[in-house]
């Protein structure tokens, strides 16, 4: 059986507000070395949105440690959103 990856809020350099899955993954310096799993943007109003789902139908993104200012767990409410989205 394969074990359930955290769910994380990450608060990006970009002022991006993601919910995600999340992983480490070894990497040269440099070479992104976190892998989101079905990645949702939250918007200001808390609203969750598949991320960059009008380019990609990938579910599974690479992102460099450094573009992350913070990792929190989510409330109740945007974790109860986020599986909706991804079921």
Do not use: H
């Amino acid at each position: 059986m394969e074990e359930e990856l955290p769910v994380q809020v990450l608060y990006l350099t970009n002022n991006l507000r993601l919910i995600s899955q999340i992983s480490e993954v070894l990497a040269d310096i440099g070479q992104p070395d976190c892998k989101l799993i079905n990645p949702c943007v939250i918007d200001k109003d808390g609203k969750l949105t598949k991320w960059m789902s009008s380019l990609t139908d990938n579910t599974e993104m690479f992102m460099s440690s450094d573009k992350i200012l913070t990792l929190v767990d989510p409330n109740q409410k945007i974790l109860d959103d986020y599986v909706n989205i991804i079921q």
